[in-house]
């Protein structure tokens, strides 16, 4: 994307004109369809589902109704300046449609055919169209080779699979944009386990226009975003994408899972800038000076982003674990001392007035130096006591926390007690197990304290919140 | 454990001895309870549950009759010579029991309670007491600190948490092995969320007699078993561990999580020997030499032991991966072939006849070189087709197959595919989402293909398939 026709330039147009992609008040479906077999068919569905309440027009000749809304020939018949229109149809006529585009003055395309620079030569002479198209133009394009957006705060969901093969997440504070559909869909399907919502996710596939750059600036500028999470396989720009994310990680945590380090990933995936593309470690230095924090999976860069989202950064390095099972108490400290990890916390030293306290409320045979093992009698009242002996301690930077609802006498109102610590001191939640567990699980995610199903996961969650802190202190100090 | 008084030393009566153990014909609980307060209700209700069709004793000198039983007031009132009793009373009756056992000829004791060597100096007399109970006798011991026994396929469950708050798993072919029982039984309550099974579970905890050595040279006769997994804080030896590991993996696939491996963790868990114990680097040699994997989590360890007991290891590092999305795909090959990584596989190179073949099954705009992404157009007829060329082919050593539900052509019938051509080549499946997956991977469970539901997990249980593969070629050379 070249500087001179990007309208996104200026940042006080980019943000006024975001907004109206965020949060579109009228929106074309070009492609509509009541055959279910086809695309336009479950973007309309889902947009309707997702309760949008602004202006919905499906778009197609062959029809004067569609699930209930009126259907429109083409969009010259409809009102100039929609904010935002999906075109669910093929590469060339895809093209067609966007002609009709600019001269009605629509304000953002949505493309989600394939066909174009993905597929070799010729695809790419058509998505240079669509560059020429837009050029000097209103309009600006999302894809083409796009799944969709998904905004849950302004009911929108344009995405292209239908709601009974894959679950999208309600309204939440991370923001996901990914260059990979399926990948990005596959993802989301995944959060709705434990009710992980969005702010928004765009699939940015083949960027011919709008970039992560943009989106970068977008989130960093929407009220309901706290964290921002990527997939990339390439950059738009290096040079740009290091500026832009060291500017918003000074507002907001940026986590970034990018693929395709290796030679044989590389192949699969296509590149843009030579050395950060092929070098992991040029990379990762890049990312740590503008204050990326990188995911190597796509678990942990929804993790990350939650624990983000949820908590503050942490402080210092110095954690205390809570657990009622020593095994994960100890695999725990492992996992986060590990001398051989790049990143490694410490282990909280509690002093003797604290230990002294906490002995009074667990068994003699209770471990109260950190892991603090309340054995299998810990209750939920212990978790309290100590919980707040902890939240006020000099010693503890961040706390990690079991609940492990198996034993007797931890219930359900475990949930309360660590909510109401994790408003006091950055923490994280680790519950291992099934039936019980999901439904802990469940309920931390909807007092968002952020919970996670294994000892890996909880922990690499706080080195996240570790990782961001020191950013955060470090970009302060520079300015 | 000295030998002197290990009656196991003898490999024969070890085999015939441990049988008793892993399948017995009569099990008294001394401690059993109708209060459901008492962990003896919770041992008699969960050997009932589990389908024991041997002789059940509860074992209370207050009751006539407990759970449609009939109750004796102690072991001096039943016949000589049981298979097995579980003392379900605190420490110091334990020991009193203990000498009822040993007079009676009872074969294995359970002592579940804690208060021994774990708590120190006084807890250390204790637990000496024990050894010399059963010194010179027929009576063998498993714990104290145990939450004690499952094996399914005896129908036999000791273990101490009511069924209500755990699930525990099924008949199965993993044997697991943990020194800690609490990370033992929430573990096992984390995979009965897609079925997995088990061929039994033994928590050693303080080991004073039965260790882990003898357990890896019981699990290794036992028909059931097909891989080995363990979790341990410390080695009772580190050179019998060596030994009795190299000759068991020969046999069958035996993994480690080894905690306590950091300074701090340390602190937290308890250590026999110096230089494996303290330093990370050198247990990982000896741990290769033995041809034992080595986890990390918990998580892996279980992911392992299922990968391995399901498939046959690899012949080489060349792995064809198949995908309907290509995000996934991309990320797969970075995680197989991250330079960065201790292991690392290949990309399987297909040759131009073979491409040739794939193209006949896919769209044009499908990527047949490997990855291999169907892209959203994917069927499960294509994958049919797509795994005969892969398995056939003599360019590829394994298969990481994903089973991605949540596109219109891919149905629950992708598992059979996978079933058959897992049966044929190495194969690990990966299944990304909520809803469907879940669905997908309790299929693939119950036809015993080993499927994970993340790319990390997926492509680290290809890696073990490939080092247990290294492993036995390597001792195969030795001989």
Same mark, same amino acid.
């Given at each position: 994307m070249s500087d001179k026709f990007n309208l996104f330039s200026s940042p006080e147009a980019l943000t006024y004109?975001?907004?109206?992609?965020?949060?579109?008040?009228?929106?074309?479906?070009?492609?509509?369809?009541?055959?279910?077999?086809?695309?336009?068919?479950?973007?309309?569905?889902?947009?309707?589902?997702?309760?949008?309440?602004?202006?919905?027009?499906?778009?197609?000749?062959?029809?004067?109704?569609?699930?209930?809304?009126?259907?429109?020939?083409?969009?010259?018949?409809?009102?100039k300046g929609l904010d935002l229109v999906v075109i669910a149809l093929p590469a060339k006529a895809a093209l067609d449609v966007l002609d009709q585009c600019v001269r009605n003055y629509s304000r953002f395309v949505v493309i989600i055919a394939g066909g174009f620079s993905e597929t070799g030569d010729e695809g790419r002479a058509l998505e240079d169209q669509i560059k020429a198209k837009i050029t000097g133009s209103q309009t600006r394009v999302v894809g083409p080779n796009t799944v969709g957006l998904l905004f849950p705060h302004s009911g929108l969901?344009?995405?292209?699979?239908?709601? +009974?093969? !894959?679950?999208?997440? =309600?309204?939440?504070?991370?923001?996901?944009?990914? #260059?990979?559909?399926?990948? @990005?869909?596959?993802?989301?399907?995944?959060?709705?386990?434990?009710?992980?919502?969005?702010?928004?996710?765009?699939n940015i596939g083949n960027r011919a226009d709008v970039t992560e750059i943009d989106l970068l600036s977008m989130f960093a500028d929407d009220p309901n975003t706290r964290s921002i999470v990527m997939y990339l396989e390439s950059l738009a720009s290096g040079e740009q994408f290091f500026s832009k994310a060291k500017e918003v990680v000074s507002k907001k945590p940026v986590v970034l899972?990018?693929?395709?380090?290796?030679?044989?990933?590389?192949?699969?995936?296509?590149?843009?800038?030579?050395?950060?593309?092929?070098?992991?470690?040029?990379?990762? +230095?890049? !990312?740590?000076?503008? =204050?990326?924090?990188?995911?190597?999976?796509?678990? #942990?860069?929804?993790?990350? @982003?939650?624990?983000?989202?949820?908590?503050?950064?942490?402080?210092?390095?110095?954690?205390?674990?809570?657990?009622?099972?020593?095994?994960?108490?100890?695999?725990?400290?492992?996992?986060?001392?590990n001398p051989q990890d790049s990143i490694r916390l410490?282990?909280?030293?509690?002093?003797?007035?604290?230990?002294?306290?906490?002995?009074?409320?667990?068994?003699?045979?209770?471990s109260v130096s950190n892991p603090i093992d309340l054995t299998a009698d810990g209750s939920t009242e212990a978790y309290e006591s100590i919980l707040n002996i902890l939240t006020e301690s000099?010693?503890?930077?961040?706390?990690?926390?079991?609940?492990?609802?198996?034993?007797?006498?931890?219930?359900?109102?475990?949930?309360?007690?660590?909510?109401?610590?994790?408003?006091?001191?950055?923490?994280?939640v680790g519950v291992i197990g099934y039936r019980l567990a999901t439904k802990v699980l469940i309920e931390l995610e909807s007092v968002k304290v952020p919970a996670f199903p294994s000892v890996r996961r909880t922990t690499d969650a706080m080195k996240a919140l570790y990782l961001y802190g020191l950013y955060r202190r470090r970009l302060e100090n520079e300015h």
């Open positions: 004109l975001l907004e109206y992609l965020r949060n579109p008040r009228s929106v074309a479906i070009v492609g509509a369809s009541p055959d279910v077999r086809k695309i336009g068919n479950a973007v309309l569905d889902n947009l309707i589902e997702s309760g949008f309440e602004g202006q919905i027009f499906p778009v197609n000749p062959s029809y004067n109704e569609m699930m209930g809304l009126r259907c429109y020939p083409s969009l010259d018949h409809l009102q969901n344009t995405a292209l699979t239908p709601s +009974d093969r !894959l679950f999208y997440p =309600g309204k939440g504070s991370v923001a996901f944009i990914s #260059q990979s559909g399926a990948l @990005g869909l596959l993802v989301m399907d995944s959060i709705t386990e434990y009710g992980l919502g969005i702010s928004g996710f765009v899972l990018k693929t395709g380090m290796s030679r044989e990933a590389a192949k699969a995936a296509s590149f843009h800038t030579g050395a950060m593309a092929t070098d992991d470690r040029i990379l990762n +230095d890049v !990312l740590r000076q503008a =204050g990326v924090i990188r995911a190597y999976d796509e678990v #942990q860069l929804l993790d990350y @982003g939650k624990a983000l989202a949820y908590q503050p950064p942490l402080r210092g390095d110095r954690i205390a674990v809570i657990t009622t099972a020593g095994g994960v108490g100890v695999l725990t400290t492992d996992l986060l001392t410490r282990m909280a030293g509690l002093d003797e007035k604290e230990q002294a306290e906490l002995k009074r409320h667990v068994l003699p045979i209770a000099e010693n503890v930077d961040g706390i990690i926390a079991y609940a492990l609802p198996q034993t007797p006498k931890i219930g359900i109102d475990i949930v309360h007690a660590l909510k109401e610590a994790s408003r006091k001191k950055p923490m994280v």
